[in-house]
């Protein structure tokens, strides 16, 4: 299914300069009665079939303000479907870089015009095939991206990896400490910023895990900042702690776990990351 996509008005936006939080709702009825257009049931054939499809429920979180102007994507898919009732959810993404911006939530019943419940399968039966193959694919939940829009995540690369990656990003952000991060950089350490001077140990736990190659980017201060490639899939876990700095990923050499753990202490950070992430995933992630 496309994206329903649509342009920002100067009428949507509040004294604050960005869009007023109901007029979500009002997009997720835009998108919805697009995501029906194209299976082909538009609401005013449906009515035809004498179907009707109130809102039971609604639902919205906020994820980043948008302004005017900006071009918004919203992807429509099908979360639970039973027959009489059909739930909806709304990814919705700023299209010049992907950030996602709101996720919402409806939930619809199908019913006559007297208000009694109908079952779709008897009363539109082409439609309610098309939703239950998507509902189907949904429930699958292979797709990265669809994890990572939940989450919002902003390492470089989380776009392409698979989700057993994001797993492990998730878990790794309970497993670094001020104790695991390289000693110059230790005072600036915080929660707020995890992944701050944990680069080559990081690099090198995952190749431990998923293989693949460790390369370096070096940096101004003589040093290397360290990124993993794993099936032709480029991605670095420790990438968020340069904030906006934007780093080069290409053609950079690549590094030996031989050369780094030559100093004491990082493998000793290495060994104390390792332990942590393994309890912490022992523990069931409840630690």
């Known amino acids: 299914m496309k994206p329903y996509k649509r342009r920002v008005q100067y009428y949507e ?3 604050m300069g960005i869009v007023h939080h ?3 709702i009002h997009w997720m009825e835009e998108a919805r009665i697009d995501f029906m257009d194209q299976l082909g049931y538009t609401y ?25 102007n900006e071009i918004i994507l ?4 099908v979360s639970g479907f039973n027959g009489a009732r059909l739930m909806l959810r709304y990814e919705m993404r700023k299209e010049d870089n992907g950030e996602l911006i709101c996720v919402g939530n409806s939930e619809h019943a199908f019913m006559d015009q007297k208000g009694r419940v109908l079952r779709l399968k008897h009363a539109v039966p082409e439609l309610s095939q098309k939703i239950e193959l998507l509902a189907a694919h949904s429930e699958q939940g292979t797709s990265g991206y669809r994890k990572a829009a ?24 309970h497993a670094w400490c001020a104790e ?31 293989g693949g190659q460790v390369y370096g980017i070096p940096l101004e201060n003589g040093g290397v ?8 899939t480029v991605f670095d876990l420790a990438s968020e702690q340069f904030g906006d700095l934007v780093l080069d990923y290409e053609d950079n050499p690549e590094q030996f776990r031989e050369n780094h753990f030559a100093d004491p202490d990082k493998y ?20």
Request: net charge negative.
């Open 13 to 15: 936006t509040d004294m």
């Open 22 to 24: 109901a007029n979500y």
């Open 44 to 68: 005013a054939k449906m009515e035809e079939h004498g179907v009707f499809s109130p809102v039971l429920s609604l639902g919205l979180e906020y994820k980043h303000p948008c302004v005017f």
């Open 74 to 77: 919203i992807t429509v898919s």
């Open 150 to 173: 939940e989450k919002d995540y902003h390492f470089y690369g989380w776009q392409n990896v698979k989700p057993n990656i994001l797993a492990l990003y998730d878990d790794l952000r």
């Open 180 to 210: 695991t991060c390289a000693p110059r950089m230790r005072s600036d350490w915080s929660e707020d910023n995890p992944s701050l001077g944990q680069c080559s140990i990081t690099s090198f736990l995952v190749q431990d895990l998923l």
């Open 225 to 232: 900042h360290c990124y993993n490639v794993v099936d032709g």
């Open 268 to 287: 000793e950070r290495y060994l104390l990351l390792k332990q942590r992430l393994h309890e912490y995933q022992e523990a069931g992630g409840k630690i």
